[in-house]
């Protein structure tokens, strides 16, 4: 193995050390140096005290698995109705020509100024707030499976084609192969947006649980150490979400950029 | 000898652009025919008429109808052919998969192929841990799988160095051989056209027609220390005649 081969001891450990210094930096500015007000930012000690009273209290694991009910039921339909529309629309492109400017037109409006609007279709309980979680993560599906399909390898095509494959067939054993790197590239950006919108969704009306109701109730409240300890909290949720689809990405399309 | 296909002045036209113009030559049962021509020269849609993939606008092309089915196909970016999401081994079954074959007959045939064309690799890795070598017997073996009357070969050779170049022209010749083909080879290399043909037909620029057919003298299954006899290059000479200086 040439040296530049060798794994690197320190690559595993790159998300812990860079968290220990931003804690570290933490630690002297406000608990140590107190350079900054307790008011903005509260000791790290008194944040993590928090956090513990959150969890063993059961409060934090409520308001989590609420806001991770919500989102999961949002993002999955998005999913499933997004990469299913994309697919379609991918395989007639005269039809994608004409929905184009449609999904652009939804894709420019920023999602949380449809929340009203949610609130007036779906009304003021879980179901905006699964809409909210919906609507992005089918539009970021819909176009990134559409992309797929349409830039699928014409020499592949043609090859089924002189095989004898059927439009079916060439469906089924290529194109949707080829479309499944694009499909993933939108399954991710999909799934940190659809969790911010999640979040975002449960700080206006309608809901006594969930992170962002939480957060916001700490706001108003000026619980300053609660909204640092759910804030960890979430972070740690999308990285971790974040991490998990990446492994489920390359284990299903280890094959692509090598072929 | 019989003719396994017969095209009778064949054209294909796309809106004003005329690609090939009255194009007619035979291909007949057992003979190693190589097709050389420029770059661009519709060599791609002569053989998509072959397969049935394109239609001619204009002539005939006899005994289409009985090859259909049975022609074996291998492809110029063998790479960007096969199914990298699949292993060597799925690749090579697909287009008796795409039949309908029973599964049984399917690993049947396979090992019947193994057993003769003996790679010496494993065909369950995927196709991007391959060797371009290693991937083109993939290719070849998907070919042969259908068990093909007519073996068409486009270019095969062109991403592969020298060396392996000779090695898989020999293959060739062996498994044209062995498996009793007829085979098409495409090819924009004098030498390879003029060494692995019994026959060559020399295309012109587009729009394309025959420009000669040459018979080549030498018996089959050839070395390729008859590249550097006089014989060769006395061949060479005169099938340069036909090619056309860009």
Known sequence: MSPSNKPNPWERYRFVVGFGVLLAFWIIVVDIGQWVSPLLVPPLGSVLERLGQLVLSGELAQNTLATLGRWVQGFTLGVVAGTLAGLVLGVFPRVYAFAEGVIEFFRAMPVTAIFPLFLLMFGIGDESKIAMAFLPTFLLMLINASYGVLHASPERRRAMRIFGATRWQIFRHVVFFEALPQIFIGLRLALSLSLVVAVVAEMFIGTDTGLGQRIYDSYLTNSVTTLYALLLVLGGLGYALNKISMAIEHRVVDWAGKA | ?246
């Open chain 2, 1 to 246: 000898m019989t003719a396994l296909l017969t095209l009778d002045r064949v054209r294909r036209v796309h809106g004003e652009t005329v690609i090939l113009d009255d194009v007619s030559f035979a291909v007949e049962e057992g003979r190693f025919i190589t097709l050389f021509g420029p770059n661009g020269c519709g060599k791609t849609t002569l053989m998509n008429i072959l397969t049935g993939v394109d239609t001619p606008s204009g002539g005939t092309l006899h005994g289409a109808e009985s090859v259909r089915g049975h022609i074996g196909f291998v492809f110029q970016d063998y790479r960007r052919t096969l199914l990298p999401w699949r292993s060597g081994r799925e690749n090579i079954l697909l287009p008796l998969r795409l039949r309908g074959m029973d599964r049984r007959e399917q690993i049947r045939r396979l090992d019947r192929l193994v057993a003769k064309m003996n790679p010496d690799f494993d065909l369950h890795q995927r196709i991007y841990t391959l060797s371009g070598g290693q991937a083109q017997m993939i290719g070849l073996m998907r070919a042969l799988i259908i068990e093909p009357r007519l073996l068409i070969l486009d270019e095969p050779f062109s991403a592969l160095d020298y060396g392996r170049t000779l090695a898989y022209r020999q293959l060739i010749m062996t498994v044209a051989r062995d498996f009793n083909l007829t085979t098409l080879f495409i090819s924009h290399d004098l030498e390879e056209a003029l060494y692995l043909g019994d026959e060559v037909i020399f295309l012109t620029a587009k729009p394309t027609r025959v420009r000669e057919v040459m018979t080549i003298p030498f018996p089959r299954h050839r070395e390729p220390s008859l590249l550097g006899t006089p014989a060769f290059a006395a061949l060479k000479l005169k099938g340069l005649a036909n090619v056309e200086l860009a």
